[in-house]
């Protein structure tokens, strides 16, 4: 009968290598996290409005995360001290996901505005107006057609559903409110060198059960 003999050692040398080998490749990759471009995922939470509710009397269904997207931006000028603002100049893009055509060109503020906003290094959010829908507008309402606002963690849409409806009913846009979260998007070398490290330790897992 053949015995396989089961050498502690050598299986905590092969351990310590396969872990010094992963660490090493997330360590290899580390510096990317702190590259010049920064990529952010924002995501609103509706309290109410017109895509929380839709408007079953024209056909439309809610659409609750209407309100998510991404945006990036060149980080380079950032210090990390004080109250510190990014805009068009440092390559700030915006998209929205369910309509990627509602971007950072739709502010009419520009160009000094959108901007991201940081704190001593810390992200405060976004300073966003996107007019979407100017053929909306509404003059007596001092309604400027279908927009997106965010400011920092606060977010205020408007729609107007009589657009598509008969011209004799009351022009009446609904405003709506919510809450916006950022997400940061991890580099792809950092990824990269996390799924080398999963790899690494799944095949010294692999090792010591087949020793055992």
Known sequence: MLFLAFNPMKNITLSGIACATALGAVALTAPSTHAAVLTYEFQATLD???????????????????????FSFDSSALTGIGFESLGLNDGLEINLVNDPRVDETLDPRA??????????????????????????????LDYPGDFVRISGTELTDGFDPTFYTPEDEPRQPILGSGTVAY??????????????????????????????
């Open 48 to 70: 109410n409005g017109f895509f929380l509710t839709g408007a079953p009397e024209i056909g439309v269904e809610p659409a609750p995360d209407f309100y998510k997207g991404i």
């Open 111 to 140: 160009p000094e505005f959108p901007v991201v906003n940081f704190q001593d290094g810390e992200l405060l959010g976004l300073d966003w107006l996107a007019i979407y829908h100017p053929f909306t507008a509404v003059a007596e």
């Open 183 to 212: 997400s940061q998007v991890p580099e792809p070398a950092t990824l990269l060198g996390l799924a080398t490290a999963a790899l690494s330790l799944g095949a010294v897992h692999r090792r010591r059960h087949q020793a055992a």
